[in-house]
């Protein structure tokens, strides 16, 4: 018998294959690929518009302004929908492919989904060179779109029609794995887009995905079973794998039960609330003194979900160098770090299993007393800092507890790179779960807006919170990313922004002081510029409102009160805009590793290089 076929050009079978995939969130049947960021150009606008132009009721394409905020945009989106929808960035060939290198280097450390398509030059080679190719002299089948290979889970190039039918299964079956989860990059050369092929009709029946909960070995299970019962003075550490794995009311629970304290990562912060009873604050860099004190006295440390970043660990210098570690995680590479029992697993599954085993065991009363004792002693220090003063400048923690009071119970918080991220994480009391996106894996500058895009699109329907995204950013990395200001009112998905303006590069210049270098090239007044006294500063309202949002200058943390009030009744973004002191931090206890000069002819620097190798005799080297 003859298979049915059907007659397409590459990228319309591309396109007619992802909108007949399909998943459930909620109990209800949703698109696995709700929409497509696009911008078209040499290497897409002739074919793979074509094919989504005719598809366009049920696979939206949103006009991005730049190739990286769109897929910042759609990392974003698949963050806020915990990894259960994956969003499309398209792009042409050379440099807007290029431009797209860095969000997928952003979904690759967080390990979210998203699914790249760019277009390339011609496999026949006849018109070579092309627009936009890059020419490598020994290798003519390099082309730009290899600089996708060290930042995507999946890569592919397509070079026949044929190709599409492993690929994009494939390519699917990696995004949504949970121990592989990453961006896919498929490159489309050009002439390949448009040729056509005699397809099966069954490649295009409707698919429903399901995201596996792989569960733990028995043995491995039983083996932290054992150790658990052992400790004295355990801690779970709770990281974003928990969020994904939808697994947070089973861990918190597992907690209480238990007697164990939670302490929560980067990407972990937002699975319980801040005040939860068993909850003692985020853990490391930019964590609190109540976490870090707790883990350094731990001796038995259960692990779930978190990949162990230098600014959770602290370099791995807030843990004692005899702690064990019970690692719970669906990826075996996270999980045997440092010489953890690895207990690869879906967190859901094998947090319930774990509880199952553990009979009646708990742990010492005083474990929960202790931290219940150092997390009030840690949010009374909070509540001083972020209390409003007489002093003509506020402090980015008096503004972060500002937006934290005026937001609401579904609100996000969003933000990403500069002083914000420690202030935030120390700071921002969560409301509810799954209202927290601190993007601190890559620390991506410009994610902030963008990702405020793809959280506001994600916001209604199944999954999403219901609330505003409400964007935290600093002046520097708002002038290295902002034109998705225009594309939310261009689209009709509103966020609010709160612009800190301290006057450049705040954070790493307290870095660069730190480690005995004058200020240089961070702060305007210590850039070459006309006026060093009187820098130009940028007026952020009229920015804003020049791409239609609506803005605010706040001169006063009064007046930043009043203004959020107003911006949660505007009908779109809305951006408020407040000077900050570049100089007052929440503080910190623990260390972090980074590379200081090891002979200079400065005595700070000399000074801080002695500091660093005394950091580096605390670290836990790999045991």
């Known amino acids: 018998m003859t298979q049915a076929t059907i007659r397409l050009t590459t990228a319309q079978a591309i396109v007619q294959w992802l909108v007949n995939q399909f998943t459930e969130i909620d109990g209800q049947r949703v698109p696995l690929f709700p929409g497509v960021f696009g911008i078209f150009g040499h290497g897409n606008v002739s074919c793979l518009s074509e094919a989504l132009e005719a598809v366009q009721d049920r696979l939206p ?114 995004m949504l794995d949970p121990g592989d989860c990453g961006p896919a990059f498929i490159s489309l050369p050009q002439d390949i887009q448009e040729i056509a092929f005699d397809y099966p009709v069954t490649f295009f029946e409707e698919k429903v995905w399901a995201i596996s909960r792989p569960r733990p070995d028995r043995r491995r299970l039983a083996q932290a079973v054992d150790l658990l019962k052992t400790a004295r003075k355990p801690l779970l550490i709770v990281g974003g794998g928990v969020r994904y794995s939808l697994a947070e009311d089973a861990v918190a629970a597992f907690a209480i039960k238990r007697g164990i304290p939670i302490v929560e990562t980067i990407a972990g912060k937002g699975s319980v609330t801040h005040y939860h009873e068993a909850h003692a604050g985020p853990i490391g860099i930019i964590g609190s003194t109540s976490a870090n004190a707790l883990a350094g006295d731990a001796d038995v440390i259960v692990a779930i979900g978190t990949r162990l970043q230098d600014f959770t660990t602290g370099s791995w210098t807030v843990f004692s160098q005899t702690a064990r570690f019970i690692s719970i995680n669906t990826a075996r590479f996270d999980a045997v770090k440092h010489r953890a029992l690895a207990v690869v697993g879906d967190a859901l599954e094998t947090i319930t299993e774990f509880d199952a085993l553990l009979g009646d065991w708990k742990a010492d009363p005083q474990r929960m007393q202790r931290a219940r004792h150092l997390f009030g002693e840690w949010d009374d220090l909070l509540t001083k800092l972020q209390a409003p003063t007489n002093a003509p400048v506020p402090t980015y923690a008096q503004v972060v507890h500002a937006v934290n009071d005026a937001a609401g119970e579904n609100d996000t918080i969003i933000t990403a790179a500069g002083g914000l991220p420690g202030e935030v994480c120390k700071g921002w009391r969560v409301k509810a779960p799954n209202s927290f996106d601190l993007e601190f894996g890559f620390s991506c500058m410009g994610y902030e807006i963008a990702a405020g895009w793809g959280h506001a ?120 805009s407040i000077t900050t002191d570049a100089h007052a931090w929440t503080p910190g206890d623990a260390e972090w590793d980074v590379g200081v000069p090891e002979v200079s002819t400065r005595e700070s620097v000399r000074a801080a290089r002695k500091q660093q190798e005394e950091i580096r005799a605390k670290q836990r080297v790999g045991v």
Request: aromatic share 6%; glycine share 8%; net charge positive.
């Open 61 to 174: 394409t949103w006009r991005g302004q730049n190739e990286q905020s769109m897929a910042l945009a759609a990392t974003g989106f698949a963050k806020a929908r915990r990894r259960r929808q994956v969003m499309i960035a398209a792009s042409s060939i050379g440099p807007g492919a290029l431009n797209m290198v860095t969000a997928a280097g952003t979904a690759h450390a967080n390990r979210l989904p998203l699914l790249l398509l760019a277009g390339d030059t011609f496999v026949t080679r006849l018109p070579d060179p092309v627009l936009q190719q890059v020419e490598h002299f020994n290798n003519p089948t390099i082309t730009a779109n290899d600089a996708f290979r060290p930042v995507t889970r999946y890569w592919d190039r397509i070079m026949h029609p044929a190709q599409i039918l492993p690929s994009l299964p494939q390519a699917t079956a990696t």
């Open 457 to 576: 699109m994600a916001s209604s329907g199944p999954g999403g919170t219901g609330g505003t995204p409400i964007v935290m950013i600093g002046d520097g990395t708002y002038m290295m990313m902002n034109s998705d200001i225009y594309s939310t009112v261009l689209t009709g998905h509103k966020m609010i922004v709160v612009v800190c303006d301290n006057g450049g590069f705040a954070v790493i210049n307290r870095l660069q002081q730190a480690k005995g270098v004058p200020g240089f090239n961070n702060l305007l007044v210590d850039c070459h510029v006309q006026n060093p006294s009187h820098p130009l500063h940028v007026d952020f309202v009229k920015h804003a409102e020049s791409m239609g949002a609506l803005a605010r200058k706040c001169d006063s943390m009064a007046e930043l009160s009043a203004a959020l009030e107003w911006a949660r009744t505007t009908d779109r973004t809305t951006i408020l």
